[in-house]
């Protein structure tokens, strides 16, 4: 299966700025998430963040938060290292019916048009954050409970030791979460170099 930009989602979950510093390969993991959080709005992807006691740890660090703002998404504060109950009704918004148009709900059932299939939410989530093995696998883990699709961007994510960021993987994809990298992402949200925004898209990971 692959991945399909108009069924995803983002979330990026405790870059902050007094975290980090101490977090391995830090410069990479944001360099990574400023580029999803740019790729998502080439792509039209819904972005949504999170920060973990801000008053404690502050909130994301510049490059990327401009990058979410940027995107129309929105950060979220919040205090239990899971940021799911935070976000599950964001991610899932009430199935809607598409409305009937004129006075067809007045009409004879064998005169009216078919109903219009219902609009559900977007079910595949593309995550990354840190630490991995803390908020990045309780958010995802609680999320795949939730019957999501997740999708962890492993080049976007980390801890402050390797150990617990690869044994967060590995939890991860034993649960049923798929392993992407940012490159991956993005050329699966693109498909084709035919694309209208293959050369935007490109030019941010090449």
């Known amino acids: 299966m692959l991945l399909d930009a108009d069924d ?21 993991v944001i360099a990574n998430a400023v580029r999803l959080a740019q790729m998502a709005k080439i792509m ?4 949504w963040a999170s920060v973990q006691t801000p008053d404690k740890l502050g909130y994301n660090v510049p490059e990327l938060d401009a990058a979410i703002k940027a995107a129309g998404g929105s950060t979220l504060e919040k205090m239990y290292f899971s940021a799911a109950d935070d976000l599950i009704d964001l991610l899932r918004p009430p199935v809607r019916k598409a409305p009937m148009g004129g006075n067809a709900r007045s009409l004879p059932k064998h005169m009216q048009k078919p109903a219009e299939p219902e609009e559900e939410g977007r079910s ?65 949200w693109l498909r084709s170099a035919e694309h209208p925004a293959f050369k935007e898209v490109h030019k941010l990971i090449k």
Do not use: K
Request: proline share 2%; charged share 20%.
């Open 124 to 188: 595949t989530i593309i995550i990354a954050g840190c630490e991995a093995h803390v908020c990045l696998m309780q958010t995802a883990l609680e999320l795949l409970e939730q019957e999501f699709d997740v999708w962890v961007v492993t080049d976007a994510c980390s801890s402050r030791s390797e150990r617990n960021r690869d044994a967060a993987f590995d939890r991860l994809a034993g649960n049923g979460a798929e392993l992407v990298t940012t490159e991956m992402v993005a050329f699966e």
């Open 44 to 47: 039209q992807v819904p972005v």
């Open 8 to 28: 995803a989602q983002l979330v990026l979950v405790d870059y902050q700025v007094r975290l980090m510093p101490v977090i391995f390969e830090n410069q990479l």
